[in-house]
């Protein structure tokens, strides 16, 4: 079954040239693609490790086969987002190339390569009674991602709920629509050819605020939602659904450089932490120097960052060293200090203690990734005792909070939220549990 | 300081004798409790255990101590609830009588007896790059209760959440005020005695609805949320949420007796788990019997229930040998499959296979806990693999899901959702984990 033919049957899915106008009745078509999920998990939460396997080789082997067909897809969204004047870094982002194509394709085999998280036995003990307890992963169910343009998610996603044995529900920006029907139309048809439910993999129809509404209320049909992108649409989610959501991503991350640091380690960390990419949640916004190692590392530091083409909102002791060290320096003000910049950015303070660091970034930081450079065990361990978020980087770049750097092979997105997840989640992170006790007749007295 | 003169300043913790009237400014007065009890948190989440128990035994001994000013406090709610007429059992779980005061410190002593789940490393690897990694249990922050009649919880929730690292906001019902008002004035003095900061265990100022709706968004001041009670509540809360919610309780639990069962531990597991106490969540509300067995099962079954007088709600099947058995009978609806009734009710029905148990489950289970009596491996592979639910009883009764029985030494409720903790939720459940990677200079290329 091609894209083309799928159109013929509206009430499945989409077709990649259905526009931008949602279905008729669009709760109805959401919840409708949603009970086929469920029904489609049911069956995938017990398939075997080989199975899901070879439907991830089947989906990698069809994106390469029918590259073609997505590529003019992407060609039509790309083309109108050109028209509608957008910013050329996100058209880019948008954009799907051969090679772009052939690494997502790359990006399932590796995700088949990866183990099965599903009947790994988390907890098992006998009871006095004789009870035998066992706490065993299981599939989630139905796994809604809401994200914005880049299509290679809708494939990403897709792979990693299915290995985790869960339907996934894709709901991507407008702008990416007739690429991710594409991208959904090539990977269905590699499910049904393995006999594997096609409605494993599903887009949600529409592209109205409304069928994000539908699908975030659609309680007992789906069992978590994803948000990935900005801040607006997470918080959205967040606000909206009341299907449970694990947040991810809003990084405003911190390198303290403590008065016991080695400065040449904690330039290499912020020059890193701050320039390696500026786009992305793990990022560094925010520099936070001890008073008692200003004067040695901060003239050096800002004449880097300079060279690195960043601009540094200070206070004023950063100030104070800022000209002699031609820096490019405008003053912080408390907006600075709550801003995930992403960009050539940073925030910079100098701090009397570890605690004054501490307490500034219990204050201003969104709990995703934060540094200490220092060579006393003791300041380590009141930094790390001190500091709350998903993950405390201790001599070493915030850059590395990811599910590639931390060996999971793979990551759907990187929580910042405390409830079940907290960091990088690979496919462990997409899994529940089951406590499965078995007896000989045991009653309760 | 005692209840009267905590009264003293209202802004702080309410009276015993506050009545039933929310603060002038419920809004305010609820955050202010919150972002208090989010700096209580910062301070606990760093206290070595010894501390911890310290203060819960300082808790128990005072619950002792004061005994005579709790139990005044609790008259006052129990005439209340007398005068306006509510039903004696649920006045019944409102009274607190000496002995029962008494339970309630012993289990605050167990909960110290317990290890801390603080600083357990759930996982620890060395990356190829020198990077060591450490996933770390640490405390969520601030838990927030809402639950309905039984003052014992309020105890019990401040305990573990204390035990946890945890600070705790309370939020019981309007009936028992007074009597929580008095519960938790005594443990905030246990804590100042020890020097643990007294905002550590809260009351939630006001007894509206608006309390708890302020309580429900108050977004980055609390971190997880756990409803304890009916279905309304619970629906309310989750609903009405935008704190991350662990959704609890409501069990419409099967018994699925197949055509390999033994029938004599399948009648005593059936009694079991639908009398030896009915009020609960992990009681049996169905029963569901393969047509190969029915003949042999549900005559002496139907005689057993009618002898613990039960009433079944039965399908035609089962009504076939309700008059010999001298069953207390009445013909099932749809309404009988999806009720937790509660009570000395049990909705039955005899099924042509396994799958059609299984079948049935899925459409109308809440999720909470299954049980299958079965002698065929087989079959008991196939049930644990099709029925999704929190916990899955083989051969044994539905009674054992519980954190008692499964040997946590203590539970703060039994999650039905699949975020974060599933299935009865001891101390590990509430805690979260931070990432502490560990290096000597390492940057990402």
């Known amino acids: 079954m091609t894209a083309a033919s799928l159109a013929a049957d509206p009430t499945r899915q989409p077709a990649a040239d259905a526009g931008r106008t949602d279905p008729p009745d669009v709760r109805e078509a959401v919840l409708a693609t949603a009970r086929r999920a469920r029904e489609a998990a049911a069956v995938l939460r017990a398939l075997p490790r080989a199975t899901k396997d070879r439907a991830l080789h089947a989906i990698a082997d069809a994106l390469g086969e029918r590259a073609e067909e997505v590529l003019a897809a992407n060609r039509q969204d790309v083309q109108r987002a050109r028209d509608a004047g957008t910013d050329p870094a996100i058209v880019d982002r948008l954009t799907l190339t051969p090679e772009r194509l052939s690494a997502i394709a790359d990006a399932v085999r ?26 065993v992963r299981v599939p989630f169910g139905v796994v809604g991602m809401i994200y914005e343009a880049r299509p290679n998610v809708t494939v990403d996603a897709a792979a990693l709920a299915l290995k985790s044995g869960n339907a996934a529900l894709l709901r991507g920006s407008a702008s990416a629509y007739a690429s991710n029907a594409a991208l959904v139309a090539v990977m269905r048809d590699a499910l049904a050819a393995v006999d594997v439910p096609a409605d494993a993999i599903a887009l949600v129809p529409g592209t109205s605020r409304d069928s994000v509404t539908h699908l975030m209320t659609a309680r007992g049909l789906v069992d978590v939602l994803i948000p990935r992108g900005g801040a607006g649409l997470i918080t959205s989610v967040v606000e909206g659904s009341t299907v449970p959501v694990i947040e991810t991503g809003v990084g405003n991350c911190h390198v303290y450089v403590d008065d016991s640091a080695d400065p040449a380690k904690a330039l290499a960390i912020l020059l890193n932490a701050k320039t390696q990419r500026v ?167």
Request: proline share 3%; glycine share 10%.
């Open 110 to 135: 590796t995700v088949a390569d990866l183990p099965d998280p599903v009947g790994e036995v988390v907890r098992g003990y006998t009871l006095p009674n004789g009870l035998e307890v066992r706490q």
């Open 279 to 445: 786009s992305v949640c793990n990022t560094a916004e925010t520099l936070l120097v001890h008073a008692g190692i200003a004067e040695r590392f901060l003239p050096a530091a800002l004449a880097a960052l300079r060279d690195s083409g960043v601009t540094v909102h200070g206070d004023d002791r950063v100030a104070a060293y800022a000209e002699s060290a031609g820096a490019t320096f405008v003053p912080a003000t408390d907006t600075d200090w709550e801003q995930e910049y992403l960009s050539l950015d940073l925030a910079a303070a100098v701090v009397d203690s570890l605690e004054d660091a501490v307490g500034h970034i219990r204050r201003w930081s969104s709990g995703h990734t934060e540094a200490i450079v220092a060579e006393s065990t003791g300041a380590v361990r009141r930094f790390v005792a001190g500091v709350d978020a998903a993950a405390i980087m201790v001599n070493a770049s915030t850059r590395f909070t990811d599910g590639g750097e931390f060996g999971f092979g793979a990551e759907i997105g990187i929580s910042t939220q405390k409830l079940h997840a907290r960091g990088p989640m690979g496919l462990t992170e997409l899994t529940s549990t089951t406590y499965i006790v078995t007896g000989d007749g045991q009653v309760r007295t």
